[in-house]
């Protein structure tokens, strides 16, 4: 067994969940990438929108390469903080760390970064986790673990929703098994209980976000994406995930409430390929929700469903179809920076 002595767990740090008080949001600026060299124009405008609204509810830092700094400060104006960093994908919740705390101070796990399982050769990302957190003057715990931050889903009270395809897959970490696995993610994220699943949402370019098919709004209540055509490949995810977790109780011992949000009609690229579109694609911010909308007949009626599910929260749905067609989306394009 390895011995962690040094880790983030033995120094009392633990991930909380997302809808916990932040102190802002770190949102990576759009980059003329291969991905988004056709929409990044859109893309910058789309991150402008999403940077204007997330600052509606709390501070905000873009992160933003040296040569785009001029750009962005004159598309986000004098109010919006920006960090300057040397990255290739803005999608930070990928590539940067998971933000730890503790009862007095934050933290951060920086992972290993290989460029989602070598689908895309991303080499200047490969440090962005540790150069991130350094920025943020946060004490840094460096895994040899590979991952992205959407691979996972917490509660906050020491359960984590992991995705095989990601984890476990020979691209990423073919020397581990899944307890190996489950070690580090103890260590690294203060987890006590590791809840696994497997295929992941169809049209995810990373190969295992957690966050497009299961999102945990609570100790005990777990959103579900729910396709209704009997053809479509993420319908036999959720009905997998059903299963999956109907079996599981939280660590208080109760079992999941399971809620089904509607998932959007399916578009694609003009490449033919299947665009990302889930409306589990959420971003909390305090007293708020960041709900995607895709110009789809939906969109109402998940608004409507939100506002239930969240009482006293601001749900402010906001168009950002660029980012999608990029293989982007809110989730991933921010990092919450937790309060302590």
């Known amino acids: 067994m390895v011995r962690f002595d040094n880790s983030p767990a033995a120094a009392g740090y633990f991930l909380p969940p997302e809808w916990a008080p932040q102190d802002g949001c770190l949102i990576g600026w759009p980059v003329a990438s291969d991905a988004l060299a056709e929409v990044i124009d859109y893309a910058r405008l789309a991150a402008s929108a999403l940077a204007r609204h997330v600052a509606g509810f709390e501070p905000v830092i873009v992160v933003v390469r040296p040569e785009d700094k001029a750009e962005a400060r004159l598309a986000l104006g004098p109010d919006i903080e920006l960090l300057t960093l040397d990255y290739a994908c803005p999608w930070i919740r990928d590539t940067g760390p998971s933000l730890l705390v503790n009862e007095d101070a934050c933290a951060a796990s920086a992972w290993t970064f290989n460029g989602w399982g070598h689908r895309v050769p991303v080499k200047q990302d490969e440090g962005v986790a540790a150069r991130l957190a350094k920025a943020l003057n946060l004490d ?40 190996q696995v489950e070690e580090r993610l103890v ?51 959720a009905l997998n995930l059903r299963r999956t977790l109907s079996d599981r109780r939280c660590t208080h011992g109760h079992t999941y409430e399971l809620i089904d949000v509607p998932q959007p009609e399916a578009r694609f690229s003009m490449d033919g390929h299947r665009l990302s579109l889930s409306y589990l694609d ?43 067609l990029a293989g982007g989306g809110i989730a991933r394009m921010t990092l919450p920076l937790p309060a302590v």
């Open 282 to 324: 959420f971003l909390f911010v305090n007293e708020g929700i960041l709900l995607p909308a895709f110009d789809d007949p939906l969109d109402d009626q998940v608004a409507r469903q939100f506002s239930g599910l969240f009482p006293g929260r601001d749900i402010c749905q906001i168009n950002l179809l660029p980012l999608y």
């Open 140 to 179: 840094i715990y460096e895994s040899a673990l590979v991952l992205e931050g959407g691979a996972f889903e917490v509660d906050g009270r020491g359960t984590v929703l992991a995705s095989r395809e990601c984890l476990l897959s020979k691209e990423r970490n073919p020397a581990l098994n899944e307890a």
């Open 187 to 237: 260590y690294f994220l203060g987890a006590r209980n590791v809840v696994w699943v497997d295929d992941g949402f169809d049209g995810d370019t990373s190969g295992g976000r957690v966050g497009l098919s299961a999102r945990f709004i609570g100790q005990d209540r777990i959103l579900l994406n729910a396709p209704k055509e009997e053809g479509d490949p993420n319908r036999a995810v």
